[in-house]
Protein backbone atom coordinates (compact mmCIF):
# COMPACT_ATOMS: atom_id res chain seq x y z
CA UNK A 1 0.00 0.00 0.00
CA UNK A 2 1.21 3.52 -0.70
CA UNK A 3 0.77 5.52 3.20
CA UNK A 4 0.61 9.52 3.69
CA UNK A 5 2.43 9.72 7.58
CA UNK A 6 1.85 13.53 8.25
CA UNK A 7 3.97 14.22 11.28
CA UNK A 8 6.74 11.16 9.98
CA UNK A 9 9.25 12.84 11.33
CA UNK A 10 8.33 12.82 14.66
CA UNK A 11 8.65 10.68 17.67
CA UNK A 12 5.61 7.98 16.96
CA UNK A 13 5.56 9.11 13.26
CA UNK A 14 8.92 8.00 12.35
CA UNK A 15 8.82 4.95 14.12
CA UNK A 16 5.23 4.23 12.17
CA UNK A 17 7.76 5.04 9.01
CA UNK A 18 9.75 2.05 10.01
CA UNK A 19 7.12 0.47 10.76
CA UNK A 20 5.05 0.26 7.40
CA UNK A 21 8.48 0.14 5.29
CA UNK A 22 9.53 -3.28 7.17
CA UNK A 23 6.06 -4.70 5.93
CA UNK A 24 6.33 -3.34 2.19
CA UNK A 25 4.50 -0.45 1.64
CA UNK A 26 5.53 2.78 0.46
CA UNK A 27 5.84 5.71 2.73
CA UNK A 28 5.06 9.58 1.88
CA UNK A 29 6.41 11.28 5.37
CA UNK A 30 5.19 14.84 5.43
CA UNK A 31 6.56 17.02 8.13
CA UNK A 32 7.45 20.81 8.54
CA UNK A 33 10.14 19.84 11.12
CA UNK A 34 8.67 21.92 14.15
CA UNK A 35 8.73 19.62 16.75
CA UNK A 36 9.95 16.52 14.47
CA UNK A 37 13.86 16.30 13.32
CA UNK A 38 15.34 15.28 10.27
CA UNK A 39 17.39 12.75 12.24
CA UNK A 40 15.01 10.46 13.16
CA UNK A 41 14.35 9.87 9.44
CA UNK A 42 17.82 10.21 8.01
CA UNK A 43 18.32 6.17 7.84
CA UNK A 44 15.24 6.07 5.47
CA UNK A 45 16.37 8.91 2.92
CA UNK A 46 17.63 7.11 -0.36
CA UNK A 47 15.37 3.93 0.63
CA UNK A 48 12.89 3.23 -2.80
CA UNK A 49 9.58 2.68 -0.10
CA UNK A 50 10.58 6.16 1.31
CA UNK A 51 9.68 9.94 0.16
CA UNK A 52 10.20 12.76 2.45
CA UNK A 53 8.13 16.12 1.76
CA UNK A 54 9.06 19.29 4.09
CA UNK A 55 5.65 21.20 4.05
CA UNK A 56 2.91 22.36 6.61
CA UNK A 57 -0.19 20.40 6.70
CA UNK A 58 -1.94 23.34 7.60
CA UNK A 59 -1.76 24.84 4.51
CA UNK A 60 -2.77 22.28 1.53
CA UNK A 61 -1.37 19.21 0.93
CA UNK A 62 -0.39 17.65 -2.51
CA UNK A 63 0.23 14.64 -3.29
CA UNK A 64 0.60 13.16 -6.77
CA UNK A 65 -0.84 9.61 -7.64
CA UNK A 66 -2.78 6.92 -5.66
CA UNK A 67 -2.65 7.12 -1.94
CA UNK A 68 -3.99 3.89 0.06
CA UNK A 69 -3.74 5.18 3.82
CA UNK A 70 -3.22 8.93 5.10
CA UNK A 71 -2.10 8.99 8.84
CA UNK A 72 -2.36 11.98 10.60
CA UNK A 73 0.30 12.23 13.05
CA UNK A 74 1.60 15.80 12.84
CA UNK A 75 1.10 18.03 16.41
CA UNK A 76 3.26 19.33 18.71
CA UNK A 77 2.40 16.38 21.51
CA UNK A 78 4.36 17.99 24.80
CA UNK A 79 2.83 20.55 27.43
CA UNK A 80 6.39 22.38 26.91
CA UNK A 81 5.76 22.68 22.94
CA UNK A 82 2.02 23.55 23.26
CA UNK A 83 3.16 26.60 25.67
CA UNK A 84 5.88 27.59 22.78
CA UNK A 85 3.21 27.15 19.58
CA UNK A 86 0.27 27.45 21.07
CA UNK A 87 -1.39 29.06 17.61
CA UNK A 88 0.48 26.25 15.41
CA UNK A 89 -1.22 23.38 17.49
CA UNK A 90 -4.47 24.75 17.16
CA UNK A 91 -3.74 25.01 13.27
CA UNK A 92 -2.45 21.55 12.80
CA UNK A 93 -5.24 20.20 14.94
CA UNK A 94 -7.89 21.85 13.05
CA UNK A 95 -6.30 22.70 9.53
CA UNK A 96 -4.55 19.97 9.35
CA UNK A 97 -6.64 17.69 10.23
CA UNK A 98 -9.00 18.89 7.47
CA UNK A 99 -6.54 18.90 4.84
CA UNK A 100 -5.71 15.87 5.64
CA UNK A 101 -9.19 14.58 5.71
CA UNK A 102 -9.73 16.14 2.49
CA UNK A 103 -6.45 14.50 1.18
CA UNK A 104 -8.00 10.90 2.39
CA UNK A 105 -11.52 11.91 0.76
CA UNK A 106 -9.56 13.04 -3.22
CA UNK A 107 -8.01 9.67 -3.23
CA UNK A 108 -10.60 7.50 -1.57
CA UNK A 109 -8.34 6.00 0.98
CA UNK A 110 -8.79 4.93 4.44
CA UNK A 111 -7.61 7.69 7.09
CA UNK A 112 -6.41 7.23 10.92
CA UNK A 113 -5.92 10.23 13.14
CA UNK A 114 -3.63 10.27 15.82
CA UNK A 115 -5.94 11.87 18.74
CA UNK A 116 -4.93 11.78 22.71
CA UNK A 117 -5.76 10.66 26.11
CA UNK A 118 -6.19 14.62 27.00
CA UNK A 119 -9.61 14.62 25.11
CA UNK A 120 -10.60 13.17 28.49
CA UNK A 121 -8.36 16.84 30.12
CA UNK A 122 -8.22 16.16 34.08
CA UNK A 123 -10.83 13.15 33.87
CA UNK A 124 -13.24 12.75 36.56
CA UNK A 125 -13.35 9.02 35.59
CA UNK A 126 -10.79 6.62 36.24
CA UNK A 127 -10.14 4.64 34.27
CA UNK A 128 -10.48 6.30 31.12
CA UNK A 129 -12.98 4.50 29.12
CA UNK A 130 -13.40 5.34 25.45
CA UNK A 131 -17.44 6.50 25.99
CA UNK A 132 -16.31 9.25 28.66
CA UNK A 133 -16.72 12.54 27.27
CA UNK A 134 -13.90 14.28 29.07
CA UNK A 135 -13.30 17.05 31.76
CA UNK A 136 -11.18 19.52 29.58
CA UNK A 137 -10.96 23.80 30.34
CA UNK A 138 -10.88 25.20 26.70
CA UNK A 139 -9.30 28.80 27.78
CA UNK A 140 -5.96 26.68 29.88
CA UNK A 141 -2.97 26.56 28.22
CA UNK A 142 -3.69 22.71 27.13
CA UNK A 143 -6.75 23.41 26.07
CA UNK A 144 -5.13 24.86 22.11
CA UNK A 145 -3.52 20.87 22.17
CA UNK A 146 -7.12 19.27 24.03
CA UNK A 147 -9.98 21.20 22.27
CA UNK A 148 -7.91 21.21 18.84
CA UNK A 149 -7.77 16.73 19.45
CA UNK A 150 -11.22 16.89 20.06
CA UNK A 151 -12.13 19.36 17.12
CA UNK A 152 -9.99 16.48 15.13
CA UNK A 153 -11.72 13.87 16.41
CA UNK A 154 -15.32 15.64 15.31
CA UNK A 155 -14.15 16.61 12.57
CA UNK A 156 -13.39 12.82 11.46
CA UNK A 157 -16.87 11.82 12.18
CA UNK A 158 -18.25 14.11 10.30
CA UNK A 159 -15.90 12.99 7.59
CA UNK A 160 -16.87 9.39 8.07
CA UNK A 161 -20.66 9.83 8.16
CA UNK A 162 -20.83 12.77 5.60
CA UNK A 163 -18.46 12.04 2.83
CA UNK A 164 -18.99 8.12 3.97
CA UNK A 165 -14.78 8.64 4.58
CA UNK A 166 -12.88 4.82 5.99
CA UNK A 167 -12.08 6.71 9.10
CA UNK A 168 -10.03 5.14 12.57
CA UNK A 169 -9.83 7.36 15.52
CA UNK A 170 -6.66 5.71 18.43
CA UNK A 171 -6.51 7.80 21.25
CA UNK A 172 -2.53 7.48 22.57
CA UNK A 173 -1.83 7.64 26.01
CA UNK A 174 1.60 8.47 27.41
CA UNK A 175 4.38 6.93 25.17
CA UNK A 176 7.97 6.74 25.63
CA UNK A 177 11.05 5.37 23.99
CA UNK A 178 13.74 6.13 21.78
CA UNK A 179 13.80 9.18 19.25
CA UNK A 180 11.65 11.13 21.87
CA UNK A 181 13.03 14.76 22.19
CA UNK A 182 15.85 15.45 25.14
CA UNK A 183 14.38 18.65 25.63
CA UNK A 184 10.58 17.52 24.82
CA UNK A 185 9.90 18.97 28.78
CA UNK A 186 8.04 16.08 29.12
CA UNK A 187 8.44 14.00 32.86
CA UNK A 188 10.28 10.91 31.29
CA UNK A 189 12.96 12.32 29.23
CA UNK A 190 13.70 15.10 31.57
CA UNK A 191 13.85 12.59 34.15
CA UNK A 192 16.18 10.21 32.48
CA UNK A 193 18.44 12.93 30.84
CA UNK A 194 18.42 15.26 34.51
CA UNK A 195 19.85 11.58 36.56
CA UNK A 196 22.26 10.83 33.70
CA UNK A 197 23.76 14.30 33.76
CA UNK A 198 23.87 14.50 37.77
CA UNK A 199 20.92 17.31 37.89
CA UNK A 200 18.12 17.70 39.83
CA UNK A 201 15.02 15.75 39.39
CA UNK A 202 12.32 17.85 38.49
CA UNK A 203 8.97 16.47 40.06
CA UNK A 204 6.08 19.06 39.27
CA UNK A 205 3.66 19.65 42.54
CA UNK A 206 3.97 16.53 45.26
CA UNK A 207 4.63 14.07 42.34
CA UNK A 208 1.12 11.97 43.49
CA UNK A 209 -0.34 12.80 40.22
CA UNK A 210 -0.82 9.49 37.76
CA UNK A 211 0.67 8.69 34.06
CA UNK A 212 0.37 5.41 32.64
CA UNK A 213 3.49 4.89 30.28
CA UNK A 214 3.38 2.58 27.11
CA UNK A 215 6.32 1.81 25.39
CA UNK A 216 6.50 3.05 21.39
CA UNK A 217 6.57 -0.39 19.96
CA UNK A 218 3.35 -1.75 21.85
CA UNK A 219 1.32 1.52 20.61
CA UNK A 220 2.91 0.95 16.65
CA UNK A 221 1.53 -2.82 17.00
CA UNK A 222 -1.94 -1.07 18.39
CA UNK A 223 -2.09 1.44 15.88
CA UNK A 224 -1.38 -0.67 12.96
CA UNK A 225 -4.11 -3.47 14.16
CA UNK A 226 -7.02 -0.58 14.25
CA UNK A 227 -5.82 0.77 10.75
CA UNK A 228 -6.60 -2.85 9.75
CA UNK A 229 -9.72 -3.02 11.89
CA UNK A 230 -13.16 -1.93 10.47
CA UNK A 231 -13.69 0.45 14.27
CA UNK A 232 -14.84 4.04 13.25
CA UNK A 233 -15.23 4.94 16.95
CA UNK A 234 -12.35 6.03 19.29
CA UNK A 235 -9.67 3.46 20.33
CA UNK A 236 -7.34 3.89 23.73
CA UNK A 237 -3.86 2.50 23.28
CA UNK A 238 -1.98 3.16 26.22
CA UNK A 239 -0.14 0.95 28.99
CA UNK A 240 -2.55 0.33 31.67
CA UNK A 241 0.09 -0.33 34.34
CA UNK A 242 -0.36 3.19 36.29
CA UNK A 243 2.63 4.78 38.57
CA UNK A 244 2.70 8.45 40.31
CA UNK A 245 5.30 10.73 38.57
CA UNK A 246 7.50 10.36 42.03
CA UNK A 247 7.94 6.49 41.69
CA UNK A 248 8.78 7.31 37.77
CA UNK A 249 11.41 9.80 39.57
CA UNK A 250 12.71 7.13 41.70
CA UNK A 251 12.42 4.29 39.43
CA UNK A 252 14.90 6.42 36.83
CA UNK A 253 17.24 7.23 39.99
CA UNK A 254 17.68 3.05 40.54
CA UNK A 255 17.70 2.76 36.66
CA UNK A 256 20.48 4.74 35.99
CA UNK A 257 22.03 4.69 39.46
CA UNK A 258 22.62 8.38 39.40
CA UNK A 259 23.03 10.33 42.61
CA UNK A 260 20.49 12.90 41.54
CA UNK A 261 18.08 15.00 44.01
CA UNK A 262 14.81 14.68 43.99
CA UNK A 263 13.29 18.50 43.71
CA UNK A 264 9.84 19.99 43.35
CA UNK A 265 8.81 22.96 41.59
CA UNK A 266 5.01 24.18 41.02
CA UNK A 267 2.80 22.44 39.25
CA UNK A 268 1.28 23.24 35.88
CA UNK A 269 -2.33 24.68 35.07
CA UNK A 270 -4.45 22.12 34.84
CA UNK A 271 -2.17 19.15 34.78
CA UNK A 272 -4.49 16.05 35.27
CA UNK A 273 -4.32 14.49 38.66
CA UNK A 274 -4.89 11.06 37.29
CA UNK A 275 -4.58 9.06 33.94
CA UNK A 276 -4.76 5.24 33.20
CA UNK A 277 -6.65 3.73 29.87
CA UNK A 278 -9.35 1.13 29.76
CA UNK A 279 -8.17 -0.74 26.84
CA UNK A 280 -11.03 -3.30 27.66
CA UNK A 281 -11.87 -2.46 23.67
CA UNK A 282 -8.71 -2.78 22.37
CA UNK A 283 -8.14 -6.21 23.96
CA UNK A 284 -11.08 -7.32 22.42
CA UNK A 285 -11.69 -5.54 18.71
CA UNK A 286 -7.72 -5.51 17.64
CA UNK A 287 -6.93 -8.99 20.39
CA UNK A 288 -3.90 -6.17 21.63
CA UNK A 289 -2.58 -5.30 24.51
CA UNK A 290 1.00 -4.13 25.84
CA UNK A 291 4.04 -6.67 25.66
CA UNK A 292 7.00 -4.49 27.48
CA UNK A 293 7.29 -3.61 30.84
CA UNK A 294 8.26 -0.29 31.68
CA UNK A 295 11.53 -2.42 33.37
CA UNK A 296 12.40 -3.19 29.36
CA UNK A 297 11.12 -0.27 27.67
CA UNK A 298 12.98 1.88 30.16
CA UNK A 299 16.14 0.24 29.73
CA UNK A 300 15.77 -0.12 25.62
CA UNK A 301 15.31 4.15 26.11
CA UNK A 302 18.24 4.75 28.29
CA UNK A 303 20.31 3.36 25.77
CA UNK A 304 19.29 5.53 22.99
CA UNK A 305 19.55 8.37 25.69
CA UNK A 306 22.84 7.79 26.70
CA UNK A 307 23.90 8.15 23.06
CA UNK A 308 22.54 11.27 22.13
CA UNK A 309 24.02 13.21 25.39
CA UNK A 310 27.11 11.64 24.56
CA UNK A 311 27.25 12.84 20.90
CA UNK A 312 26.10 16.21 22.16
CA UNK A 313 28.79 16.29 25.08
CA UNK A 314 31.26 15.52 22.02
CA UNK A 315 29.65 18.04 19.88
CA UNK A 316 29.62 21.07 22.68
CA UNK A 317 33.37 19.91 22.89
CA UNK A 318 34.25 19.54 19.07
CA UNK A 319 32.84 23.26 19.12
N1 LIG B 1 6.30 16.53 35.22
C1 LIG B 1 7.21 16.60 36.25
N2 LIG B 1 8.47 17.03 35.98
C2 LIG B 1 8.90 17.35 34.73
C3 LIG B 1 7.97 17.25 33.67
C4 LIG B 1 6.68 16.83 33.95
O1 LIG B 1 6.89 16.31 37.41
O2 LIG B 1 10.09 17.72 34.59
C5 LIG B 1 4.94 16.07 35.54
C6 LIG B 1 3.81 16.83 34.86
O3 LIG B 1 3.45 17.98 35.61
C7 LIG B 1 2.72 15.78 34.84
C8 LIG B 1 3.47 14.47 34.70
O4 LIG B 1 4.82 14.74 35.07
O5 LIG B 1 2.02 15.76 36.06
C9 LIG B 1 3.46 13.92 33.29
O6 LIG B 1 3.85 14.98 32.46
P1 LIG B 1 4.28 14.77 30.97
O7 LIG B 1 4.70 16.11 30.46
O8 LIG B 1 5.22 13.65 30.86
O9 LIG B 1 2.96 14.29 30.22
P2 LIG B 1 1.43 14.74 30.26
O10 LIG B 1 1.18 15.73 31.36
O11 LIG B 1 1.17 15.28 28.91
O12 LIG B 1 0.77 13.46 30.56
Not at 26 to 43: M, Q, S, W, Y
Not at 158 to 165: C, E, I, S, T
Not at 274 to 283: C, E, F, L, Q, Y
Request: charge should be neutral; hydrophobic fraction near 35%; charged fraction near 25%.
Amino acid sequence: MRMVITGGAGFIGSHLCDYLIEKGHDVICVDNLLTGKAENIAHLIGNSQFRFIKHNVSDYIYVDGNVDCVLHFASPASPFDYLEFPIQTLKVGSLGTLNSLGLAKAKKSRFLLASTSEVYGDPQVHPQREDYWGHVNPVGPRGVYDEAKRFAEAMTMAYHRYHHVDTRIVRIFNTYGPRMRIKDGRSLPNFMCQALNGEDITVFGNGSQTRSFCYVSDLVDGICRLLLSNEHEPVNIGNPSEITILQLAKEMLALTGSKSKIVYKSLPEDDPKIRKPDITKAKKILDWEPKVSREEGLRKTLGYFKTVLHSATECKSDA
